[in-house]
């Protein structure tokens, strides 16, 4: 496993990515339940219980490459008032819970007098050292601050089906409605080129797009934290 070089780095890690996958799930089915649709509640997701929220391939993602996704949350935009907007709205929620537990995660360093990161992905997941009750506590921190920003940036990308999709599709004009649906279909496509082309080809396209989000509030909690 080559982002963990013992049990010490590997099981902070989990706990981080079942809290931020839980919760950026339970995030999109609480908005979209306010906005008026039921769905999330009727079919069980509307709950922080991790099991049901986890996708096996997001899963694996998040282990072996660094970033990854969950189990999408059902929503029928038929319940909404106004079914682009509030469809972007619940697509938005995701990512801003994730933001909000990065800064959860960041405070909680603050707390423990550790909260300097490297700008590095590779260096927010690894202290260089493990072991102590604090030191635990420090990694958990740590990793929820990386899991949660880098599920923040992956899902804002505009391609289907990840939230940022959804975003865009509120902005876009009426003339170009079609067009644009027809490329939300091939998203999925997208993706995975973009996948291949990041993880085989060595075309940095999606770690750039990340790094270009996580990079800058890294800096500021760095910033803030002095």
Same mark, same amino acid.
């Given at each position: ?19 931020a ?34 996708d ?7 282990l ?15 319940y ?29 360093l603050?707390l423990?007098?550790t ?7 590779l260096?927010i997941?690894r ?14 921190? =740590? ?5 949660? %920003?880098? /599920?923040? +940036?992956?899902? $804002? #990308?505009? @391609?289907?089906? !990840?939230? &940022? ?20 279909? =091939? ?5 995975? %080129?973009? /996948?291949? +082309?990041?993880? $085989? #080809?060595? @075309?940095p396209i !999606?770690? &750039?797009?990340?790094?270009g ?14």
């Open positions: 496993m080559a982002l963990f070089s013992n049990i010490g780095e590997f099981a902070p890690f989990v706990i981080a990515i079942l809290i996958l839980s919760v950026h799930e339970f995030a999109h089915g609480l908005v979209a339940r306010r906005l008026g649709d039921p769905t999330a509640e009727t079919e069980g997701r509307l709950t922080l219980n991790p099991l049901a929220h986890l096996p391939l997001g899963t694996l993602m998040f072996f490459v660094g970033f990854g996704w969950g189990k999408p949350v059902p929503v029928n935009p038929l909404f008032r106004h079914p682009k907007r509030d469809t972007a709205l619940v697509s938005l929620a995701g990512p801003v819970s994730n933001l909000l537990l990065a800064w959860i995660g960041f405070s909680g603050v423990l007098g909260s300097q990161l490297n700008p590095s992905l260096g997941i202290t260089g050292s493990t072991g102590g009750i604090v030191l635990v506590i420090e990694q958990i921190l =740590r990793d929820t601050i990386f899991i949660n %920003l880098a /599920l923040m +940036a992956f899902n $804002l #990308l505009p @391609i289907a089906p !990840l939230d &940022g999709s959804k975003v865009l599709h509120m902005f876009i004009p009426l003339r170009y409605e079609d067009a644009y649906v027809e490329f939300m279909r =091939r998203g999925p496509f997208i993706l995975l %080129l973009l /996948l291949i +082309a990041d993880q $085989l #080809l060595n @075309i !999606l770690f &750039g797009w990340i790094m989000i996580v990079g800058p509030v890294v800096a500021l909690m760095n910033a803030v934290g002095g």
